[in-house]
């Protein structure tokens, strides 16, 4: 059974960093590309970060460009998201979540999710 | 960046009704879409990915079409089970969402 659980997040003040992180397993990490995707209470779903599978290459939303950072670790099946300089509007569920390629360019069909971690931005 | 729309926001049905939702893009997006179901507390499911392939496990009451900017999802038989809101998702974009509650 694939297995992705995200930890790390928490109540933090704007303007404040938070890292959060996803480990996974049951499948072979080093495979696949990962995104971060979040959902702010009671609203939809939005895409925010996207890794290769290999960590070459990475995407990023308008809205968190340049504040948050996307990284991997392929030898301890480990996601990350260096979230800095968060904004209330940053307050959501964020997902940990599967690309469905195979060691290829991302096909943006999200086939695992984690369960999410809560991020509140307030002060 | 593409704009996906869903409609309706809200749908009200009943056990073994059958349901349309509909997705329409801002510009082609070829056969570029997805489709997820979302229930109160956990996370989005792939139900369908190119706008018609049925993920495995996925029951064949589901099914996807369209192509270009306009693309649906139907339940040909509504279940107890199936009542929860339903996004479609191009690329990085995805519609804000339909859910269907119980008539």
């Known amino acids: 059974q694939v297995q992705l659980v995200e930890s790390g997040g928490g109540v933090v003040q704007p303007g404040t960093s938070l890292g959060l992180s996803c480990t996974v397993s049951?499948?072979?990490?080093?495979?696949?590309?990962m995104h971060w995707v979040r959902q702010a209470p009671g609203r939809g779903l939005e895409w925010v970060a996207f890794i290769w599978y290999d960590g070459s290459n990475e995407f990023y939303t308008a809205s968190v460009k340049g504040r948050f950072m996307i990284a991997r670790n392929n030898s301890r099946n480990k996601l990350f998201l260096q979230m800095n300089s968060l904004r209330a509007e940053d307050t959501a569920l964020y997902y940990c979540?599967?690309?469905?390629?195979?060691?290829?360019?991302?096909?943006?069909?999200?086939?695992?999710w984690g369960r999410g971690n809560q991020v509140t931005v307030s002060s | 960046d593409i704009q996906m729309t869903q409609s309706p926001s809200t749908l009200s049905a009943s056990v073994g009704d059958r349901v349309t939702i509909t997705c329409r893009a801002s510009?082609?997006?070829?056969?570029?879409l997805a489709w997820y179901q979302q229930k109160p507390g956990k996370a989005p499911k792939l139900l369908i990915s190119?706008?018609?392939n049925l993920e495995r496990g996925v029951p064949s009451r589901f099914s996807g079409s369209g192509s270009g900017t306009e693309f649906t999802l139907t339940i040909s038989s509504l279940q107890p089970d199936d009542f929860a809101t339903y996004y479609c998702q191009h690329l990085r974009t995805f519609g804000q969402g339909t859910k269907v509650d119980i008539k």
């Open positions: 049951q499948f072979t990490f080093s495979n696949y590309g």
């Open positions: 190119q706008t018609s």
């Open positions: 510009q082609s997006t070829s056969s570029w």
């Open positions: 979540v599967r690309d469905a390629a195979f060691r290829s360019s991302p096909d943006w069909y999200f086939d695992r």
